[in-house]
């Protein structure tokens, strides 16, 4: 399995990101994906899942101002991020299977400015 994550970058309070995480190597459209953030010196916590049948969860933290979506045919999901605040700050990863047995790509860093 390969996850390769994009789109992060620096951005003031307020604004908006889109993160694009390109799947290969599993049957994607069978798969929940998940968004996990890891902060420095924080653990990482999810963020954002879809599930194969389109239902979604988010984090409290973030309910209202991000939205994670797929598009299967691509092999792709998305994180869309509006209404960006300073603890959104983190490294941001794609994933597949969970916090403890799931595959990971490369994070891609968010750093929101005050």
């Known amino acids: 399995v390969q996850l390769q994550a994009s789109g992060g970058g620096l951005v003031q309070a307020g604004g908006s990101l889109r993160l694009s995480c390109a799947a290969s190597?599993?049957?994607?459209?069978?798969?929940?994906m998940n968004w996990y953030r890891q902060a420095p010196g924080k653990q990482r916590d999810l963020v954002a899942a879809?599930?194969?049948?389109?239902?979604?969860n988010y984090a409290d933290s973030v309910k209202g101002r991000f939205t994670i979506s797929r598009d299967n045919a691509k092999r792709m999901v998305y994180l869309q991020m509006d209404s960006l605040k300073p603890e959104d700050t983190a490294v941001y990863y794609c994933?597949?299977?969970?916090?403890?047995?799931?595959?990971w790509g490369r994070g891609t860093q968010v750093t929101v400015s005050s």
């Open positions: 994933n597949t299977g969970g916090l403890s047995n799931g595959s």
């Open positions: 190597g599993l049957i994607f459209s069978t798969k929940t």
């Open positions: 879809i599930y194969s049948y389109g239902g979604t």
